[in-house]
C-alpha cells in the first residue's frame, strides 16, 4: 500500500470535486473527513477504511450526473487499486460509497458494518443544524426551487426514486429528510453532536415560519 495514500487521496478529491456544486464540494468532504475522525476518537474501527470511505464517498453524487449511481464506486476502485490497497479494505470503502446515503435507506434499515455506520453519521452530521441549513439553500438555488410554500406539504416517501425525483420546496426538505437524521444516527458520538444541530434547525424554523406569516 502507498504510505501516502490519505494525501494521495486528498489531492484525487480535490481535483475531481474542483467545480462541484458547493454543497458537495471539497469542503463537504474535508468536514465529513474531520467528523469521522472526531467519531472514531470513541467509536473501535478500522481508522484507515473509515478515512477513505469519507474521502471518497461523494466523489460523483448522482444527482449532478447521468451516468448511474455506480460512477463514484468505479473511480473511487480505479483509484485505490493504483495505491496498492489490498482488496478486503476496498471493498469495505465500496461499500461506504454505496450504502452512505439517506435515499438508500428509506424504509430499510439494514445492517451496516460500524466503518458505514461512523461515515454515515458523519455525513449525515454535515447536513444538519447551521452548515445543513446553508447547504440546503444552497442546493435548492442551484436547483432554482422555491424556498417555501404553504400550499405544497412536505411528504414522506415511498422509494428512493420518489426522493430523487422530488422538486419540492427547499423549506420541504427539512421535514422531509433534515429532521429525520436525529434519530438514525448509528454511533453515541454521532447522536450528541446531532442532538444540538437538530434543536438548531428547530429553532431556525420556527423563527422562518414567524417571519413568513409575521408574527
Known amino acids: 500500500m502507498n504510505p501516502n495514500i490519505i494525501p494521495n487521496t486528498i489531492t484525487f478529491v480535490q481535483q475531481i470535486l474542483k467545480n462541484a456544486e458547493g454543497g458537495h464540494d471539497w469542503w463537504h468532504i474535508y468536514r465529513v473527513w474531520n467528523t469521522t475522525k472526531l467519531i472514531l476518537k470513541t467509536e473501535k474501527a478500522d481508522a ?30 480505479q483509484f485505490l487499486k493504483e495505491q496498492g490497497l489490498e482488496d478486503e479494505k476496498i471493498n469495505a470503502i ?52 422555491k424556498i417555501y410554500d404553504p400550499e405544497i406539504k412536505p411528504k414522506e416517501f415511498k422509494s428512493a426514486n420518489e426522493y430523487v425525483k422530488s422538486d419540492a420546496p427547499t423549506i420541504n426538505h427539512f421535514y422531509e429528510k433534515l429532521l429525520l437524521l436525529k434519530d438514525l444516527m448509528n454511533t453515541e458520538s454521532g447522536k450528541k453532536i446531532a442532538n444540538q444541530r437538530h434543536q438548531y434547525m428547530l429553532d431556525f424554523l420556527d423563527q422562518f415560519h414567524k417571519e413568513w406569516n409575521q408574527i
Not at 121 to 128: E, H, L, T, V, Y
Open 48 to 77: 484507515l477504511v473509515c478515512e477513505l470511505g469519507a474521502l471518497l464517498h461523494d466523489i460523483a453524487d448522482h444527482k449532478f450526473h447521468d451516468e448511474g449511481e455506480e460512477k463514484g464506486v468505479n473511480l473511487a476502485l
Open 94 to 145: 465500496l461499500d461506504i460509497i454505496r450504502n452512505v446515503s439517506f435515499s438508500k435507506n428509506i424504509h430499510a434499515k439494514k445492517s451496516h458494518s460500524i466503518e458505514l455506520q461512523v461515515v454515515q453519521d458523519a455525513d449525515r452530521i454535515d447536513a444538519i443544524g447551521a452548515i445543513g441549513i446553508a447547504r440546503t439553500f444552497n442546493y435548492g438555488g442551484f436547483k432554482n426551487r
